[in-house]
Antibody, heavy 118, light 107 residues
Framework: QVQLQESGPGLVKPSETLSLTCTVSGDSIRNTYWSWIRQPPGKGLESIGYTSYSGSTNYNPSLKSRVTMSIDTSKNQFSLRLSSVTATDTAVYYC????????????WGQGTLVTVSS | SYELTQPPSVSVSPGQTASITCSGD??????VCWYLQKSGQPPVLVIY???KRPSGIPERFSGSNSGNTATLTISGTQAIDEADYYC??????????FGGGTKLTVL
């Protein structure tokens, strides 16, 4: 059974960098794509982007200048960094296994609420 | 950037058929996925590649995609199907795009 678990600070100050890690079990991080998706309170889902072991990445154009994703194969984890955050970045952040056109986002983490506030 | 449009809300009576649409330019040329999300929980994949159901998803969930519109159909809708539903596709740059979501109410 594939499981994903997000971890990281729940509170980030404005202008600082949001950093989250997703730990994967039940599958190798070397397989397929791995995505980050967020959901502001009371709103819909927004794809932040994806990364893969092969180095393939794609970031949401609206966030591209502030986003970095990476993979740590030794820990079977992937990470998200979002710089220069503002209150509009307050959201539940989900990590998900991304099977692309072959299967969509088939496994999701439980999500972690990140609040941007001083 | 590519956009997907869903109706904000759909209502259905128990036992009836619910249809939720997702519109986008030439959407029929792309694969579509559907997710349901209940309050406080992560989304769950219910349809991929337009019409395929993942293991464990009830047969009452079905999907189609043609022209500019994809449709999620729930036959014999049950109270437990009340949730937010999101469609998702890929734009020309392989970026993943979500629709705005549809709140399904089972009256």
């Amino acid at each position: 059974q594939v499981q994903l678990q997000e971890s990281g600070p729940g509170l980030v100050k404005p202008s600082e960098t949001l950093s989250l890690t997703c730990t994967v079990s039940g599958d190798s991080i070397r397989n397929t794509y791995w995505s980050w998706i967020r959901q502001p309170p009371g709103k819909g889902l927004e794809s932040i982007g994806y990364t893969s072991y092969s180095g393939s990445t794609n970031y949401n154009p609206s966030l591209k200048s502030r986003v970095t994703m990476s993979i740590d194969t030794s820990k079977n984890q992937f990470s998200l960094r979002l710089s220069s955050v503002t209150a509009t970045d307050t959201a539940v952040y989900y990590c998900a296994r991304d099977q692309a056109v072959y299967g969509g986002f088939d496994y999701w983490g439980q999500g972690t609420l990140v609040t941007v506030s001083s | 950037s590519y956009e997907l449009t869903q109706p904000p809300s759909v209502s259905v009576s128990p036992g009836q058929t619910a249809s939720i649409t997702c519109s986008g330019d030439k959407l029929g040329d792309r694969y579509v996925c559907w997710y349901l999300q209940k309050s406080g929980q992560p989304p769950v994949l219910v349809i991929y590649q337009d019409s395929k159901r993942p293991s464990g998803i009830p047969e009452r969930f079905s999907g189609s995609n043609s022209g500019n519109t994809a449709t999620l159909t729930i036959s014999g809708t049950q109270a437990i199907d009340e949730a937010d539903y999101y469609c998702q596709a890929w734009d020309s740059s392989t970026a993943r795009v979500f629709g705005g979501g549809t709140k399904l109410t089972v009256l």
